[in-house]
């Protein structure tokens, strides 16, 4: 038998100032009957599991970080294909719990890694394994297969009431009934009314509904990419990818806006792997998505990771206020991870000061504040900048037929109530939060100038502005 671990860059690996999330050691075992034990080594620094109040008291708010962790798999040199986990038996370590995430069929496709109490700092997890499946994907024994472990670092976003608008004054904003200064409180997954006897707005969409019972709403928990997508982690899901889809998927923008993602025959590769990935389409994402066996997130869930369950400050920014400073360029070298933004205070990368987007978590240290990290409420960084996301918009039929479906870590599977593309273009589509190349209105956590827009097929419309990332419901 032999082994193959192989680790996504994504989390700023390398970086004295980020999370250094790595999965090392990686080994397959006991294998019988069809199930075996991958063992492996998981640690991340400045990790996180906190308890605290709001609203005086009333509301007590409980929130972590976790690694999303997958795993790849191929038989005798073949096509890589996704692994099935067992419901039992796994191993966890270092104080940490597991969580399994499912696809539609209730087969375990991931774990979610995170402490089990409150506690902050560097998480490790040594000697941890996964049960594995293998019969469930038709293999007969695990004799020369690869084994690949992915690790995606995520943020738990608690269940809960939130408001959609801020009462204030940004393009196309959310807002109650028939008072524009009045935000709309989201109570639960319910249907919401559209219009004068509910959720309003003036713009970027159809001003229909309701917004069906089965369109995430945000108030249940889920967890969300604490990063947007990397340059590192686009360029390794290309390489993971059947060879007949990732040219298509292959970006082709190496000296645009600070892309350096490139290749030569089957391999792609990137200079700058801790850098947002910009000229992301929609068909990009949504493919990104379900080979991680992940989803894309909706406008109402941008709004809840931005702004958690307080009451608005009118066009507030993700971090809770109005203030914000830009970044104008770099102390250390540029494209190293360890670059840090200028100057002193800048959280946000918008204005063009910046030719492109840099690399992700960029504003934060292990000691900075919320809005000196540029975050939002729960801790996911970069909602206001960088690059825009795209997100599942409420403002038409084909969006708001989206449903919690996440997925299943098949490249070619049709995720049926995902916003697809058809004759040239996505609808159901649009993007929330600013990029290096917006304004400050756009960084506005309600801005919706951007929700409501049609993508074309790739090599089309890619944007050096836009890029994404993934959401999943908590199981």
Known sequence: ??????????????????????????TVLNAANGMADIRFDLSWDNSWHNSWTENGGALNVTNWDAAWVFVKFRASGGRWQHAILNAS???????????????????????????????????????????WNYAATGLGGTNAVDVSMHAIEMVYIPQGAFYAGSGGTESYAFYAGTNPAQPYQITGEAAITVGT??????????????????????????????????????????????PGMAPNRFLNAYGSTRNTISQSGLLYTCETPDRACNYIDWPDLITYLKWAALRPMDELEFEKACRGPLYPVPNEYPWG?????????????????TETAKPAG???????????????????????????????????????????????????TTGRAFI??????????????WPNYYNYYAYGVGFRGGSYASGMSQSQVSDRSGALYYTGWPGISRSGSVGGRGVRTAP
């Not at 032999?2 to 250094?20: E, I, P, Y």
């Not at 159809?206 to 889920?222: C, L, N």
């Not at 203030?323 to 104008?328: C, E, F, G, R």
Request: aromatic share 10%.
């Open 1 to 26: 038998m032999k082994s193959l671990a192989v680790f996504l860059a994504s989390l700023l690996a390398g970086s004295a100032l980020a999370n250094n999330l790595t999965v090392t050691n990686v």
């Open 89 to 131: 038996g796994h191993v966890v370590t270092g104080g940490t719990q597991i969580e399994l995430g499912t696809n539609m069929l209730g087969q375990p496709v991931g774990a979610f890694v995170h402490r089990s109490a409150d506690g902050n700092g560097p998480l490790n997890c040594a000697a941890m394994s996964l049960k």
């Open 197 to 242: 006897n509910g959720l309003n707005y003036s713009g970027s969409g159809d001003q229909q509904g309701p917004i069906p019972a089965a369109y995430p709403k945000g108030y249940s928990a889920f967890y969300m990419m604490k990063y947007e997508i990397s340059q590192g982690q686009y360029a390794d899901f290309l390489n993971f990818l059947d």
């Open 321 to 337: 206020d109005t203030l914000l400073t830009y970044m104008t360029g770099f102390n250390g070298l540029d494209g190293s991870g």
């Open 346 to 396: 800048a959280n946000v990368n918008i204005g063009t000061y910046i030719a492109g987007p840099v690399r992700v978590g960029i504003f934060a240290t292990a000691t900075s504040a919320r809005r000196d990290a540029g975050a939002g409420y729960y801790g996911v960084m970069n909602l206001a900048d960088n690059v825009h996301e795209l997100v599942v918009t409420a403002g038409d």
């Open 404 to 417: 919690n479906e996440p997925g299943d870590g098949n490249e070619w599977t049709s995720a049926s109530t």
